[in-house]
């Protein structure tokens, strides 16, 4: 059998591919950080909720209202991100003028609310969902078995990130946003109505991370705590890449993914530090981040 | 007397100012030395302890402007140290145990800090939020902290060799001790000149830059003082309940603090003080009832609560109505 330094390749490769869907996860929640702080100018901390909420909403589809995944795949992200339009209009719009601080306390303090209401009806344990019929299954491809699953997941996931930074880059909707980002009044003033650009602004982000708990519904244990461990792991990733990019954040989601795969089959103790030594190293080289503009 | 009469009115306003400030701080003195007799003493050192941690973290938060995520590494690593070495040295006495783990913090402070300054506002606290987060996985793996499991039984022996600390009421009267050393060196830091370039540093950072002060030295240094106290409060809970765990290394603790300093006043003395002492009472009164199960829904809710309408805090809200009515 092929061996890549002492290990098997099909370990190896194996490794590589969970990395590389981990990384999809993180590319997916930091772009979507990304969008609202580009924005909002605010930290979305209740992010990792609402990756959980659109996986619960995928179990709960299912057990009481016969969803099925691929309906949830559409309708929970909706859902969410409805959601988080409420949210926004209701809470968020009001600390828009303070010390963005306010933002992220106010999203953590939300953060709280969810998790700990749904640990109290769900308990912490977490509950499967099975994977969808049509994605059982693996192929063989010679050096490694790949289940269907993956594949999708990866797949979806980058058709995704690629879809919206191809509106945020190259429609004019994408141009409202980036110029809002900008520079809000003058937008304002050219009679484009930010407040209600924030607030979709907003549900799409919160969407995305929604996206992202649906396709990790059969993957991971749903469960109301798998968000905001997550989340500290994406906020190193945003630190490492900087929310300046849309290319950046899911590039760097996805090549944190890969260290973390690679770390697990050479020194699998570190495997849940490595990206928090590489902010630590990213700091001391390039305090910017990876494709940060500004400190 | 001479002295007096040369007074011109606003250094007798300063004066009489003064001197209410001090008739304040004895009269609360006298309060904490009376309060083991009226409440439960093991209460009362776990409020002491949450409000030192509180008013490390203010003197960041509300004089640095600066938001730390991640100020439970500082507890939990205080409390690690400490723990651990007086359960393998018997001969160490908790003083020294206390010291060393306050040591322990300072350089773990040291280091962070020096990372974190390198990014500003909410990279800030995404940077010491996962510092934090890896220092958490750190003590998860480490041999000394007991995985899982934490330290038990940490023995809380005998102050300076001579005075036990077995009884209750004893540990408070350290507790306190170490809680107003705490709390004046906060005291000292913010109405010090340093204080005073913290909070200009806080208000407009490329101002304090272009005139001159070295803007990063200073922040270093409030967030060194600011990680050693919170190490401080950390190596003394672990004495008081002879416990070190996890739990204080969780970012739970970290949005905890965070909380207590909301809720009592960020930038206020003793807000972050009273914010300890209703978040600790708060904890206590629910985990008897039946919402026990809902304290981090609750907690959650008081967040949101004080960031939507009551951002000066419990006692901004109080100076505020002072002087709008007093002069």
Known sequence: MMMIFGVPLAVFMGQLMLGLINGAFYALLSLGLAVIFGLLKIVNFAHGAMYMLGAFATLLGMRYLGINYWAALLLAPLVVGLFGMVIERLMLRRIGHLDHLYGLLLTFGLALIFEGTLVNFFGVSGARYPTPEALQGGFQTGFMFLPVYRAWVLLAALVVCLGTWFIIERTRLGAYLRAGTENPALMQSFGVNVPLLITLTYGFGVALAAFAGVLAAPLYPVSPTMGSNLLI?????????????????ILTGLGMGLIEGLTKVYYPEAANTVIFLVMILVLMLRPAGLFGKEA | MATTQTLTPVMERQRRANMRRNAFY?????VGLLAPFVAYPVFLMKVLCFALFACAFNLLLGYAGL????????????????????????GLTPELGILIGTGAAVVLGVAFGALAI????????????????????????????????????????????????????????????????????????????????????????????????NVDAYKLLAFVISAGLAGLAGSTKTIVFQLASLTDAHWHMSGEVILMTLLGGVGTLFGPIVGAGLVVSLQHVL?????????????????????????????????????????
């Open chain 1, 233 to 249: 792991v994406v906020f190193a990733v945003v630190v490492i890449g900087g929310m300046g990019s849309i290319l950046g954040a």
């Open chain 2, 26 to 30: 004895l009269v609360l003195i006298v």
């Open chain 2, 67 to 90: 938001l730390s995520f991640g100020h439970a590494a500082f507890l939990a690593t205080g409390g690690y140290v400490t723990g651990y070495l007086l359960s393998s040295y018997p």
């Open chain 2, 118 to 213: 390198r990014r500003q506002g909410i990279y800030f606290a995404m940077v010491t939020l996962a510092l934090a987060q890896l220092m958490f996985f750190f003590y998860i793996q480490a041999p000394f902290t007991g995985g899982e499991d934490g330290l038990h039984g940490v023995p809380r022996g005998d102050l300076f060799g001579f005075i036990s600390l077995r009884s209750n009421l004893a540990m408070y009267y350290f507790v306190f001790a170490i809680f107003l050393i705490g709390f004046a060196i906060v005291q000292r830091a913010v109405h010090s000149p340093f204080g005073q370039v913290l909070k200009a540093i806080r208000e407009n950072e490329p101002r304090a830059l272009s005139l001159g002060y």
């Open chain 2, 287 to 327: 985990a008897q009832s039946p919402l026990g199960n809902w304290v981090s829904v609750i907690l959650g809710l008081i967040f949101v609560i004080c960031v939507l309408s009551f951002r000066s805090g419990i006692v901004g809200e109080i100076n505020k109505m002072y002087r709008k009515n007093f002069k």
